[in-house]
């Protein structure tokens, strides 16, 4: 079966740190773009981070920028998004992607360039 599974959420107190991860079953990872997005209550799906195929090209929105690390690991056919000093803004679902359309070292948060996704992973931080 071709899917995502996302995992490492929960209810965490603010600080600290959380690793999110993000499983491929039944495709090989490293010819996809990982994307990670996250959506809130009430508000639009945002893309925070994404990865190229080779880890080359990493970017982060402004809102999470030199808090949250992603990377990769191709042999265990693995994505991950680390979240350090825990925010309750930080509170959402959070959804990794893959999407084979992109060049080796390209990398995005168009959602839309996204064809396989995860089934979301809730994180909750709240004191």
């Known amino acids: 079966q071709v899917q995502l599974v996302e995992s490492g959420g929960g209810l965490v107190q603010p600080g600290g740190s959380l690793r999110l991860s993000c499983a491929a079953s039944?495709?090989?990872?490293?010819?996809?773009?990982i994307g990670w997005f996250r959506q809130a209550p009430g508000k639009e799906r945002e893309g925070v981070s994404c990865?190229?195929?080779?880890?080359?090209?990493?970017y982060y929105a402004d809102s999470v920028k030199g808090r949250f690390t992603i990377s990769r690991d191709n042999a265990k056919r693995t994505a991950y998004l680390q979240i350090s000093s825990r925010m309750p803004e930080d509170t959402a679902v959070y959804y990794c992607?893959?999407?084979?359309?992109?060049?080796?070292?390209?990398?995005?948060?168009?959602?839309?360039?996204?064809?396989?996704w995860g089934q979301g992973t809730q994180v909750t931080v709240s004191s």
């Open positions: 992607a893959a999407a084979i359309s992109l060049g080796g070292t390209d990398c995005t948060t168009r959602a839309g360039e996204y064809s396989k």
């Open positions: 039944g495709f090989s990872l490293d010819i996809y773009a």
């Open positions: 990865i190229s195929r080779s880890a080359s090209r990493i």
